[in-house]
């Protein structure tokens, strides 16, 4: 039984920049399979591969089993939701969802049937008439799902389909996107830069970086199982620690020293790391507990002491800035319960920070070139002296 | 109130424009209407009193003949010009960034040379022992008795050269402006090439169109030099008929007459412009930056 959808071995190169440097992903049937990724790393231009308007320099596109590769993009079932919609500025609303079925040749009652179908779902039909120019964003946006949806396409491709929308609208459209997607039940290819789109939307997220891809998972996964910086750097917000891993503990933890501290730090060791490798301890900042006493000890728990650089209250979080050592170490607590008598943790308090050893990651240390992307406070971004071997990795993407 | 005092202003700023306009233009346009119904005198000037006769000459047969080739040759001149400026626009449009600019220069590098310089170097090239003339022979194309020059279709060449790029400068600016993913959306909706084409880009550059249509035909049903100059007794057109009146015959209420139906032909058209134009809401979709 083949794939549904199969992209092997693709490279592409515009001019001196690789593009797409060797991808292999599979997606399929019905799934909502995300693309995400910084500017320039290569995803609009694999979906465009997909559409036909790219032709990759290497590797094939199969679709339900049959390479698509060479066909021009008409003959393809994929159609595509641009990302400024690209309604046809001389037509209605109504005519710019009949063009696809008109250029098939549909007979003209189906077409009035179909198109009165698709108004309904996208709810346009008081619009039917207007011109887009005339129409808001959120219209726009609809009549574009509406226009590539009456194709029933195996495929739908969605390129920032949201980018262009305020965040309220855009909220509003991630909703009703997914449940268009399930009452439609057809495969969206979902391109986009915006990790929170990315994760609520998603079955399954392939997260890219310079052309190849990182990590593919569902959105919990690639959030709390990063398998590279990049990827857990990218996807919401993290500190790296850095060190090498001193010895193996317990089964399947293991103790990493960081020259910086003392005690070594417990941490779980899931990529079965041995002694001496160089890593990155990743943890996020809503994995620390935050406290001016010191915290009960606890055999998994790891503990550091410091100093509130910085405190930036958020309503729902607040987000502190802990210096350890050479560290500046986010953290961020929700109040679960807000006590007003409580003494709240200040601007140069000393503060106790822990955490649970399941909650830290090691990760590969990454390139120097990947670090303008990793938006990650200065003090904890190192300098690599050498180049980590990245053998993990490419056992990881197919999964 | 303030409304009131814009509306004012308004009048005030337009007030030069249209001072100009109504004095240099729509004053001597009436003038020239008028005198159509006057009669001519001995001495080339114009007579007293008020006559129909001017108009009853252009009965003469002669005249629907010239008045018909004038209307041909501008037509299939503007139908040449835009069906080569299409083209030449939708490359020049879709040319990297870098080689715009060259190319629009060498549309408008003609301009920099005098008009009567390039129609007597047409004159040159085609003339019996012109290079072009020679080349033809030689190359078996034409024979060596027939001549190149004194017919209607050489005007037309001359014709198509010289409109050429006011066909081609405001399809290019609209072709300029023109979204392109629509081509592409069209193209993911099931058009080939040049479906998406004939469907989405000539409605897209649709003004564009229309201005090289107007800036086309109207100077050419005026034309007078290049017929002059290129054609023969068999390619006048109505604006050598004019200068033949005027300036041979002495006949200004002749000249007048005719002039003014040249002027008919050309508002005819600008009047149904705005019918075809449509309304003004083809805004071009703001780009944002590809990933």
């Known amino acids: 039984m083949a794939e549904f959808l199969e992209f092997r071995d693709i490279k592409k190169s515009f001019g001196a920049v690789q593009a797409v440097d060797g991808v292999s992903l599979t997606v399929q049937r019905g799934e909502i399979f995300s693309l995400l990724g910084p500017s320039g790393c290569g995803k609009t ?29 008409h003959k393809r079932q994929v159609n595509t939701i641009f990302q400024n919609y690209a309604l046809f500025p001389h037509m209605n609303v109504r005519e710019n969802i009949a063009f696809g079925l008109k250029l098939a040749k549909v007979s003209r009652k189906e077409i009035d049937e179909r198109v009165d179908a698709m108004l309904e779902l ?14 808001s964003g959120g219209q726009k946006q609809r009549v574009a799902i ?40 057809i495969t969206f290819l979902y391109v986009t830069h915006d990790q929170g789109e990315a994760m609520s939307l998603s079955d399954r997220v392939a997260v890219m970086n310079s052309g190849k891809i990182e990590q593919i998972g569902t959105p919990i996964e690639v959030y709390e199982a990063p398998t590279s910086s990049f990827v857990a750097a990218f996807i919401g917000d993290t500190n790296f620690l850095e060190g090498a891993v001193a010895a193996l503990a317990d089964g ?23 002694v001496g490798n160089r890593v990155y301890l990743s943890i996020r900042p809503e994995k620390f507990t935050i406290s001016r006493e010191q915290p009960q000890p606890d055999r998994l728990r790891n503990m550091l002491q410091g100093k509130v650089e910085d405190v930036i209250y958020l309503g729902n979080v607040t987000k502190y800035w802990v210096r350890v050592g050479e560290y500046r170490i986010s953290v961020s607590r929700q109040h679960n319960r807000f006590l007003l008598d409580e003494q709240p943790i200040r601007w140069e308090d000393d503060v106790w920070i822990s955490w649970h050893a399941d909650d830290g990651f090691m990760l590969e240390r990454y390139s120097e070139s990947d670090e303008d992307l990793l938006q990650v406070p200065p003090e904890t971004v190192f300098e690599t002296e050498e180049e980590p071997e990245d053998s993990s990795q490419d056992g990881e993407d197919r999964r | 109130m303030n409304q009131r005092r814009r509306a004012w202003r308004e009048i ?76 030449t626009g939708y490359c020049m449009a879709r040319a990297p960034r870098r080689w715009r600019q060259p190319l629009m220069l060498l549309v408008v590098v003609p301009f920099w040379t005098s008009f009567l310089v390039r129609v007597f170097a047409w004159k040159t090239l085609l003339h019996p022992d012109g290079a072009l003339k020679r080349l033809l022979v030689a190359l078996h194309l034409v024979a ?17 050269y010289t409109y050429l790029p006011f066909a081609i400068l405001p399809v290019y600016a609209a072709s300029e402006k023109f979204d392109f993913s629509l081509m592409e959306a069209a ?18 550059i649709r003004r564009g169109l229309l201005t090289a249509v107007a800036m ?14 290129m054609g023969g007794t068999n390619s006048e057109m109505i604006g050598n008929k004019i200068a033949q009146r005027t300036f041979v015959d002495r006949n200004l209420p002749h000249a007048s007459a005719l002039a003014t139906l040249l002027m008919l032909a050309v508002l005819l058209p600008l009047a149904l412009y705005p019918l075809f134009a449509g309304r003004n809401n083809d805004q071009k979709p703001d780009r944002k930056e590809v990933a």
């Open chain 1, 45 to 73: 231009t694999l979906l465009r591969m997909l559409a036909g308007f790219e032709a990759p320099d290497q590797g094939r596109i199969l679709l339900n089993g049959v390479d698509i590769t060479d066909q021009p993009p």
């Open chain 1, 122 to 135: 996208v709810q346009m039909r008081d619009q039917a008439k207007k011109r887009p120019s005339e129409i």
């Open chain 1, 146 to 185: 509406a226009r590539a949806l009456i194709l029933k396409p195996q495929v739908l491709l969605l390129d920032e389909p949201l980018a262009a929308l305020d965040l309220k609208l855009r909220q509003r459209m991630l909703l009703e996107l997914d449940l268009i997607h399930d009452e439609v039940g």
């Open chain 1, 252 to 274: 399947d933890y293991c103790r990493v020293r960081m020259p910086e501290f003392e005690s070594p730090l417990l941490c779980f060791n899931d990529k079965r790391l041995s």
């Open chain 2, 12 to 87: 005030l700023l337009t007030a030069p424009s249209f001072g100009w306009l109504v004095v240099l233009f729509v004053v001597p346009t009436l003038v020239v209407f008028a005198i159509a119904f006057k009669p001519p005198d001995a001495l080339g000037g114009i007579g007293h009193g008020w006559t129909l006769g001017t108009w009853r000459h252009l009965g003469n047969p002669n005249y629907p003949a010239i008045i018909w080739r004038t209307l041909w040759m501008s037509l299939v001149t503007t139908a040449l010009c835009v069906l080569l400026a299409v083209p």
């Open chain 2, 144 to 160: 060596d008795s027939t001549s190149l020059l004194y017919r209607p279709e050489t005007v037309l060449l001359v014709l198509v």
């Open chain 2, 187 to 204: 193209q993911d909706l099931g058009a080939h090439r040049f479906r998406a084409f004939v469907s989405v880009f000539l409605p897209g």
């Open chain 2, 216 to 229: 086309v035909l109207i100077p050419a049903l005026g034309s007078y030099v290049i017929p002059d100059v």
